[in-house]
């Protein structure tokens, strides 16, 4: 039933400190006007900037393609880490 299908993911409404992206770091970059199987995929290369707080707002990223400079509000961090001699 649908009531079923809702309960499969659980969202919480508080904000849980979430760890930093750290170089090397594989994810997906959002883009609103593309469905998600189409976003891009990069390595993050460098972290650019880190407030006093200790959270880092973005990431400079290499894709197939290009370089980038992204917030991290527009990445989604998938489970990998990819190897040094690949960054």
Do not use: A
Request: glycine share 6%; proline share 7%; net charge positive.
């Amino acid at each position: 039933s649908r009531e079923y299908l809702l309960n499969l993911q659980h969202r919480d409404n508080r904000k849980l400190p979430l760890p930093n992206l750290t170089t090397g770091d594989l994810v997906l970059m959002m883009e609103p006007n593309l469905p998600r199987g189409e976003w891009r995929m990069g390595i993050v290369t460098d972290v650019t900037r880190k407030l006093r707080d200790g959270y880092v707002r973005s990431v400079g990223l290499r894709t197939s393609k290009s370089h980038y400079e992204r917030p991290v509000s527009k990445l989604v961090k998938l489970g990998l880490k990819c190897l040094p001699e690949t960054i």
